[in-house]
Structure formats: C-alpha cells, structure tokens
C-alpha cells in the first residue's frame, strides 16, 4: 500500500524512483555505494526494495536504532550484537555458523565489556567468514552518519572492508549528508577511505508533478475520490517528501481537508526533538533556522542582521560561517549560490509555530 508508513520493501509498492533504482543497481557491483537525502526522502524504501527484488544476500543494520540517548554515543557491542543477529537471515548461514560461533565464544559474553580493540577485531572476524563464504553480500549502514558516535573507531575498519573484503559491497545511506562525508574522510588524507571511488545515489523530494500524481495513486488505490483541488493545496503545503505524503494519505479518510493542518502539527511535532537536540549544540542555531525561516530564503548578511536583532548579540563572521555550514552539512539548511533555503516545509513550519 502506497500509504504505509513503514518503509517499502518491495519495488511493486515503490513509487517513480526509476533512474535511482537503476543507478543503486548498478552500484552494487561497486565496493561503495552511498544513499543520500533529507530525512523521510525515501533512502531506507530505496535500498530494501531494490535488494529484496534481487534476492541476493545482504545484512541491514539501522544505526540510529544503535544510539544510547544518554551516552549520546553508539556503543560498540551494540553494533557487534546487531550485525551478529542478523546473520541468521543469510543464504548460507549454515554454511558460516560454525565459524561465528567460535567468534563469539572468544569475544565471551559481551555483557562483560570488552576492550575496544577486541570488539573491532570481533566484527572484522565476522566481515571475514561473510566474505570467505564466496557470496557477494551487500552490508548496510542504514543512517550511518550515526556512526561517528561510535564508540570504537570504524573507519579503519571500513577502509578494511573495501580493500580486502570482495564480495562485500558497502552500502551506507545518510541524511546528515556532510557528516557522513567527513565521518568517511573520502577527501581527507589520513583517512583510510581518502581517495577511493564510491558511487554516489541521491534522492531528491518529489516535484510538484510527481507529488500529486504520488497521492493520486495512493487514494486511487485505497478507492476514495479526493478533490484535485485538495490534493494541489496538500503537495503545496506539504512539499514533496514522501513520508509526509504519506502520513497526509493516511489521515485523510478521517479527516478531510483538515488532514493538512495535522500533518503539519503532528509533524512539527516529530520534528521537533530533532531540532531541540539539533539547538542544544550551538548557541546560535535556533535563531539561523528562524532567519532562514522567516524570510523563506536568507543570505549570509540577511542572518547576520536577522541575530544582531534577535539576539542583541552579534557572532563573529567565523562562527556564523561555520554555524551555516554545519547546518547545511546536516540537511536542515539548503545553500543555491548565495541563498539559503530550508527544504522540508515541515521543518520550516516547526521553527516557525
Ligand atoms: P528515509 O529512509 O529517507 O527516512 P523512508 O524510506 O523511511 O525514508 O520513507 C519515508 C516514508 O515514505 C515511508 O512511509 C515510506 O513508505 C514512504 N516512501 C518513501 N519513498 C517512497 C516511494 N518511492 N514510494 C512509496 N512510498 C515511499
Ligand atoms: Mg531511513
């Protein structure tokens, strides 16, 4: 059904995405392949819909679901758990089981906290008997910018992967999309990645066309005849990010019209821890996001004059560069030439209530 709100798993429910599901194919016989786009885009739906229509193997590891609110870390056992649970799922699990086994007795009872690099050797020990299998694998860092919270160091163990681990294709989406970037180092010499080649996949909101067409689809399928004029007013306000169309479709039978004003609310809503974590790391963040907000789209000098009053306090151009910066590498913030723009309507929305 085109309207739930779990991930697509299979390309028969997937909507348009074309060109993307052929250019992630054709990426799976790279060693790198990156999966890029703001939050809700659609990157998880890609990645399991293409696998599954495939039937190759492949390991899925959501990352955020691995970060500890409290630490604000993602502990390393956590991803050693994960990956080692679902192995099960492999073709040729049988086949492997024996050998992990053995990796687990050795690392013992990873209740007992393990030394780093025990735990970092535990999950090398496991790409290595995946990968001697002779199968290719696709190994998915899904949100994988989660992974600079690491508790260990992974990029080595990436940098591993992709030089010596051949049937092992490294599949890593992101929505912090500068983050994931630097976490990876692929322009950064002392980083073992620097330099080699990934391919890249990037999912963009739907355009206005699309976005209709999108709700068409999914109302058509669910046997309810809405308005067009309705349906404008909803891609208008809503934007093009799937899973806000989504939640709109869902809400709609209940709902009515009506149905915008609470995706919007409830979006908001979700948005909001994001930004709240998002504020609680630089002084100045709230109040760029206002400006962007504000005037719609904002040039550095336009935010500048924006804090100076809002604040009575003026950052230094440094700081407000590298604030805007960061904010761009994050998603939250859009830059086209001089101009700053924030691309979900939701968030915008959530800054401005
Ligand atoms: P992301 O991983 O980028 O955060 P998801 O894949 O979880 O996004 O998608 C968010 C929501 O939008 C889900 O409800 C999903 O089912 C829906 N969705 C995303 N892309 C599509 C698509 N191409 N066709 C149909 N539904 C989609
Ligand atoms: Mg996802």
């Known amino acids: 059904m085109l309207f739930s709100t779990e991930p697509k798993t299979s390309l028969d429910e997937l909507f348009d995405r074309e060109a993307e599901i052929e250019r992630f194919r054709s990426g799976l016989n790279e060693r790198l392949v990156l999966v890029l786009g703001i939050r809700r885009v659609g990157k998880s739906s890609l990645v399991l819909s293409v696998l599954n229509s495939l039937g190759i193997d492949y390991v899925f590891i959501d990352v955020r679901k691995l970060y500890d609110n409290v630490s604000r870390k993602v502990p390393a056992e956590r991803i050693y758990n994960e990956l ?209 907000a504000v005037l719609g789209k904002a040039r550095w000098s336009d935010v500048m004059k924006y804090l100076m009053a809002r604040m009575g306090e003026r950052p230094t151009n440094a700081t407000l560069s590298r604030d805007l910066n960061n904010l761009v590498k994050m998603g939250f913030l859009t830059k086209d030439g001089d101009w700053y723009g924030i691309p979900d309507p939701i968030v915008r929305y959530a800054v401005l209530r």
Request: charged content about 30%.
């Open 84 to 292: 080692r649970m679902s192995l099960g799922n492999l073709s040729f699990w049988e086949g492997v089981r024996r050998i992990i086994d053995e990796i687990d007795v050795s690392l013992g009872p990873i209740r007992f906290r393990l030394s780093a690099s025990r735990i970092r050797d535990g999950i090398a020990k496991i790409l290595e008997a995946i990968n001697n299998a002779g199968k290719h694998v696709v190994l998915v860092f899904d949100e994988a910018q989660y992974l600079r919270y690491s508790t260990i160091g992974l990029r080595p163990l990436l940098a591993y992967a992709y030089d010596h681990l051949r049937n092992i294709t490294l599949v890593l989406t992101g929505n912090e999309v500068g983050l994931l970037h630097d976490f990876l180092g692929l322009d950064d010499p002392s980083s073992g990645l620097y330099g080699r080649y990934y391919h890249v996949i990037e999912l963009r909101p739907f355009d206005r066309e699309r976005s209709i067409e999108f709700l068409r689809r999914g109302f058509r399928e669910l046997g309810i005849n809405v308005d067009d004029r309705v349906i404008e007013r909803a891609v208008d306000e809503l934007g093009g990010i799937a899973g806000w169309l989504v939640y709109f479709g869902r809400l709609y039978p209940e709902r009515g019209e009506d149905a915008i004003n609470e995706v919007k609310e409830i979006g908001a809503n979700l948005v909001r821890s994001e930004l709240e974590e998002l504020f609680s790391r630089s002084q100045y963040y709230r109040y760029i996001m206002e400006a962007v």
